[in-house]
């Protein structure tokens, strides 16, 4: 029953992912629409990764107490409403307000998804069955930012937000089925503890210095490479030229760079190791960001979109793997606590990355990216090598 409950689960990232990247080439759509410059329009972004990652605080918790692929199911039903609530805002500040709203239902499909899988899948096959159950997330990047750039210019921005509301709720019914047919994928829940100790639980984690490692490393890694992606269909469309739909379809070849991780994730795993996929993926960052910072045509930011994929699935992958092993008797809440330093750097790094936009254009951007994540690669990789000193050490003590 796990294989099949995995991509059920997969079916909630796939939609989580889509949601994400949706809005990325609609801002020129939706600032030429109310009149804003890129920055300001970058607010429905900015505010859907702020509360996406500030509720993980209570998702976590939440899905410790109660069961976590029970409350994947009822998010995903309750985040068919927080989309169509996209769909009818009358104007720029109340989209924004709803996708703040929706970024709090919908922030709890993927953490609480991999809690799970934390929970029931053995730590050596993890690694591989994360990358399979991601490649939901990847195909749910491609499907967003192509089908929004496509149904943008067709019927208007708030097209993919209905499409995506009858998404949600197809996946919530197809796993309440699965919840009714395996009555043990509603238990894993701790009623025992309120959640008051729930939080409190999660608050001690902070204390253990590899969890505050993991949590700064992520944080920084969402500043930088998620604060640079979600300018690239609008970069695509306003300095290459490249039309609203072609560019949404362009951020395709980030998720197909990760499918590529994915299917060959059980031979390089193996090979590389934690510390080398590190730095292999922060070396195909680096590479992919420079690249769009010097691309002389549309052309050549293809590729380099293709490789920021497989650099960032090497690396943030192994980021998570970690993050589902940071605290065993609290899973749900130590992953959530990861998803909400992976938003809230990303926020950062989005509200950063459109004041400097506004200012100097997307050159900084890109070249922060392109410089600042092989570092953040390299600092992560001796830092597992320490850790992993420091385990022997313990062992053979």
Same mark, same amino acid.
């Given at each position: 029953?796990? /294989?099949?409950?995995?991509?059920?689960?997969?079916?909630?990232?796939?939609?989580?992912?889509?949601?994400?990247?949706?809005?990325?080439?609609?801002?020129?759509?939706?600032?030429?629409?109310?009149?804003?410059?890129?920055?300001?329009?970058?607010?429905?972004?900015?505010?859907?990764?702020?509360?996406?990652?500030?509720?993980?605080?209570?998702?976590?918790?939440?899905?410790?107490?109660?069961?976590?692929?029970?409350?994947?199911?009822?998010?995903?039903?309750?985040?068919?409403?927080?989309?169509?609530?996209?769909?009818?805002?009358?104007?720029?500040?109340?989209?924004?307000?709803?996708?703040?709203?929706?970024?709090?239902?919908?922030?709890?499909?993927?953490?609480?998804?991999?809690?799970?899988?934390?929970?029931?899948?053995?730590?050596?096959?993890?690694?591989?069955?994360?990358?399979?159950?991601?490649?939901?997330?990847?195909?749910?990047?491609?499907?967003?930012?192509?089908?929004?750039?496509?149904?943008?210019?067709?019927?208007?921005?708030?097209?993919?937000?209905?499409?995506?509301?009858?998404?949600?709720?197809?996946?919530?019914?197809?796993?309440?089925?699965?919840?009714?047919?395996?009555?043990?994928?509603?238990?894993?829940?701790?009623?025992?503890?309120?959640?008051?100790?729930?939080?409190?639980?999660?608050?001690?984690?902070?204390?253990?210095?590899?969890?505050?490692?993991?949590?700064?490393?992520?944080? %920084?890694?969402?500043?930088?490479?998620?604060?640079?992606?979600?300018?690239?269909?609008?970069?695509?469309?306003?300095?290459?030229?490249?039309?609203?739909?072609?560019?949404?379809?362009?951020?395709?070849?980030?998720?197909?760079?990760?499918?590529?991780?994915?299917?060959?994730?059980?031979?390089?795993?193996?090979?590389?190791?934690?510390?080398?996929?590190?730095?292999?993926?922060?070396?195909?960052? /680096?590479?992919?960001?420079? /690249?769009?910072?010097?691309?002389?045509?549309?052309?050549?930011?293809?590729?380099?979109?293709?490789?920021?994929?497989?650099?960032?699935?090497?690396?943030?992958?192994?980021?998570?793997?970690?993050?589902?092993?940071?605290?065993?008797?609290?899973?749900?809440?130590?992953?959530?606590?990861?998803?909400?330093?992976?938003?809230?750097?990303?926020?950062?790094?989005?509200?950063?990355?459109?004041?400097? %936009?506004?200012?100097?254009?997307?050159?900084?951007?890109?070249?922060?990216?392109?410089?600042?994540?092989?570092?953040?690669?390299?600092?992560?990789?001796?830092?597992?090598?320490?850790?992993?000193?420091?385990?022997?050490?313990?062992?053979?003590?």
């Amino acid at each position: 029953m796990t /294989g099949r409950a995995v991509i059920l689960l997969s079916l909630a990232a796939f939609a989580s992912a889509a949601s994400l990247r949706a809005t990325d080439p609609l801002l020129a759509l939706i600032s030429n629409e109310y009149g804003v410059t890129p920055g300001s329009a970058s607010l429905v972004i900015t505010a859907f990764a702020l509360s996406y990652g500030l509720f993980q605080v209570f998702h976590g918790p939440i899905g410790d107490r109660y069961g976590k692929f029970r409350m994947v199911m009822l998010t995903t039903a309750i985040s068919g409403l927080t989309s169509l609530l996209c769909a009818a805002a009358p104007g720029l500040s109340t989209l924004v307000a709803a996708r703040f709203v929706s970024g709090i239902t919908i922030g709890a499909l993927i953490p609480l998804s991999m809690a799970w899988i934390g929970d029931v899948v053995a730590y050596e096959r993890r690694q591989a069955t994360i990358a399979r159950f991601l490649i939901g997330q990847m195909l749910g990047v491609a499907f967003g930012a192509a089908a929004a750039g496509v149904l943008g210019a067709w019927f208007g921005w708030r097209a993919i937000f209905v499409v995506l509301g009858l998404l949600f709720f197809a996946i919530a019914l197809l796993l309440r089925v699965e919840l009714g047919r395996d009555a043990s994928l509603a238990r894993g829940g701790s009623l025992e503890a309120s959640l008051f100790a729930a939080f409190g639980r999660m608050l001690g984690l902070l204390r253990r210095s590899w969890v505050r490692v993991i949590l700064t490393t992520v944080a %920084i890694e969402g500043a930088l490479a998620n604060g640079a992606f979600a300018f690239i269909a609008w970069d695509l469309h306003q300095r290459h030229g490249v039309s609203l739909g072609a560019s949404g379809a362009f951020i395709a070849a980030f998720p197909a760079g990760g499918l590529l991780y994915a299917a060959v994730a059980g031979r390089v795993v193996p090979a590389l190791g934690e510390r080398g996929l590190v730095l292999a993926g922060g070396g195909f960052l /680096g590479a992919a960001y420079l /690249g769009m910072t010097l691309a002389p045509g549309a052309g050549f930011v293809l590729p380099c979109i293709f490789f920021a994929g497989v650099g960032i699935y090497m690396m943030h992958n192994t980021l998570q793997v970690h993050a589902t092993q940071m605290a065993p008797e609290a899973r749900g809440a130590a992953v959530s606590l990861f998803a909400l330093c992976l938003f809230t750097g990303q926020s950062i790094g989005i509200w950063c990355g459109a004041r400097v %936009i506004d200012a100097w254009g997307i050159i900084p951007v890109f070249a922060a990216a392109g410089l600042g994540l092989p570092l953040v690669a390299l600092d992560f990789r001796r830092r597992l090598a320490r850790r992993s000193a420091s385990l022997r050490s313990a062992v053979q003590s």
